[in-house]
């Protein structure tokens, strides 16, 4: 089913990887977590401190705790783009021209990421030093400032998701016209919402431990809560989430287009599922549990989150090895014949032949035998190749396994080179060679070279 695919093959070719290419997607993995957390933490954060200073506008004691989240976004941005360079890094050695190529059928929404980051940015940091000046009469304008932010980072996001959503599927490369149109490839919307799901999560329990910490000053910061209480409101939100991704969890896996859902990716999804059902009940229990306990669960229940995030990042890797591997495997096949290729002019070159061309006219087994391989074969000698009454002696009857060997020639003989792979030259073309070969090496056809190679005269 894969073989039969049909796309657009980049027609560059592959380079050497500077490190091992497991070692790379190992780092693109973990790297990529690393990154995605501070992501979370930035698409969370706004939304949350959005949510919360609204609400403040009526319970002034939300308002401060929504000051309190907008501290952490900046950093947590700032951390979030620099981690960001060695997952971008790491795809763009190993899976090159799938993410290019992704990245040009967008380029407009890929280009207008670097103003809307930055205006996001610095937006942020007016909305953070805003916060005890825009008061009285100009809250609702922070407020909306604050609007704007959260807007932003939640369509920053479904930029970069959609790109290297399209870059899984070259099957539908040739219909994309632009951002818009790559939407509708794929699965780009529940794949949204997952994240969407996660940022929350992921957020909710970034603030449990850092406005719970013993070392956060509550009864100064934030008088009108107490540390347990702030510990539940945000386990609940993580609560809320994660029973959410058993809804857009589900919904994602069976919109993915089945051509890469691998037995690996299924086992590895099913069971991050799964132990996702066992943090949800460890989360109730700790959201029940009475104040002077709560937060005990904090360390299982963050282990056993990232176990699962990592169940599902590597789930993800899978299924995009598998879903890019038809574009690997062909890119990987245009270089070997480009490489045997030169290989061949090179011998022929260094045999004192010319390099050879292409001719016109309907194939011939004499055309096709003269164009790829009377430079190194010939009658009655030695010339690069062994001579043609050899060949005959060892082939006689069997066209078929000179075009199996000649598609993938061996190392046979001591004081030869090794013959170049004549694959480009296609099945049907060999076997028209092959077949003229056996003649000419029976001695049933004569062969005359200049006929047909004028340039020798
Ligand atoms: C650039 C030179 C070159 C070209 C072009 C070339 N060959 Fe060869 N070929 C060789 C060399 C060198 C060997 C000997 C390799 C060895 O024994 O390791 C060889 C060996 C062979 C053999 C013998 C295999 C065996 O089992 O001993 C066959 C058959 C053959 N070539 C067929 C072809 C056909 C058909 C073409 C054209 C489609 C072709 N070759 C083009 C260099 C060439």
Redesign the pocket.
Known sequence: MLSALVFPVPRDLMLPLPLPEMLLKILLVLFFLAHILFINLVVGGSLWTLIFEWLGLKHPRYDRLAKEIAATITVNKSLAVVLGVGPLLCISLVYTHAFYTANVLTAHAWWSLVPTITVAFLLTYLHKYTWDTWTGPRKIRHVALGFVCALFFLLIPFVFLSNINLMLFPEHWTEVKGFLSSLKIGNVFPRYFHFFAACNAATGLFLVAWLGRRSFPVEQKLPEFTRPEIKRIFYTLVFGFTAMQFVFGPVLFFTLPTRALTVGVWILIWTGAVLALGLLHMLYKEMRSPDAVIGKWFWPITGLFSVIVLLMGTGRHLYREAAVYPLMEKMMRRTEEFRALE??VQ??LA?GLTAGGDRSGPPTGRS??FQ??A???VPGTKR???PLE??HS??KGNPAA??A??KT?????AD?????S?AH?GDA??KL??DY?LEVGAGKTTFSEEEERPEKK
């Not at 020639?409 to 003989?413: A, D, E, L, M, V």
């Not at 030869?416 to 170049?420: A, H, S, T, V």
């Open positions: 290989r061949g011998m022929r045999a096709v035998f790829n391989c430079s190194c074969h690069v190749g062994p050899e060949i060892l082939y000179i075009v060997w000649a020639p061996g190392k046979k003989r030869y080179q090794q013959m170049p004549m030259v073309g060999l060679a092959a070969l």
